[in-house]
């Protein structure tokens, strides 16, 4: 499951439209390669500008976001060829609007958790692009595989 983790200032994000929206083309980054949405959760954490420091100091002049993101769903030594990078671009296309066409500061860090230590209501995703994760992609859930 890929699981993005928004910390911003309290004063971006406020709108339930907007925050859908991102989670939406978020969210399409993976489907649009195949996989099953449920496999995408993004939480945005609002955090007074007065708590967030960088460099020591306060951000409260200008709105901060700081993407974590744990990603598990796909991984270069599964045959993606030069995937971080390819990744990477796209991420910056989803975010752009959202973010940097908005004049805020932003920073992000994209780990990639073995895919072994993962699990959905307690089962192990099927192997990507298998018959069993079409199953998981048409059916929306996640079901017994092995």
Same mark, same amino acid.
């Given at each position: 499951?890929? $699981? ?5 200032? +309290? #004063?971006?994000?406020?709108?339930? *439209?907007?925050?859908?929206? $991102? +989670?939406?083309?978020?969210? *399409? $980054? ?25 460099? +020591?100091?306060?951000?409260? *002049?200008?709105?901060?976001? !700081? $993407? ?12 993606? %060829? ?13 975010? !752009?609007?959202?973010?940097? %066409?908005?004049?805020? #500061? ?5 780990? %990639? ?5 993962? !699990? ?8 990507? !692009?298998?018959?069993?994760? *079409?199953?998981?992609?048409? #059916?929306?859930?996640?079901? #017994?595989?092995?």
């Amino acid at each position: 499951m890929p $699981l993005w983790n928004i910390y911003h200032t +309290a #004063d971006i994000f406020e709108s339930q *439209k907007i925050r859908g929206q $991102l +989670a939406e083309d978020i969210t *399409k $980054l993976y489907t649009n390669g195949g996989l099953p949405g449920f496999y995408v959760v993004v939480q945005f954490i609002p955090l007074p500008a007065e708590n967030i420091f960088v460099a +020591a100091e306060a951000r409260n *002049k200008k709105p901060f976001v !700081r $993407l974590v993101v744990q990603h598990m769903a796909v991984h270069r030594h599964e045959g993606v %060829d030069n995937f971080p990078t390819r990744f990477s671009e796209n991420i910056n296309n989803v975010l !752009r609007p959202f973010i940097a %066409d908005r004049g805020y #500061d932003w920073e992000i860090t994209v780990s %990639d958790t073995p895919r072994e230590f993962w !699990r959905f209501n307690g089962i192990a995703p099927p192997p990507w !692009r298998s018959e069993a994760e *079409k199953i998981w992609v048409r #059916d929306g859930v996640p079901t #017994d595989w092995v």
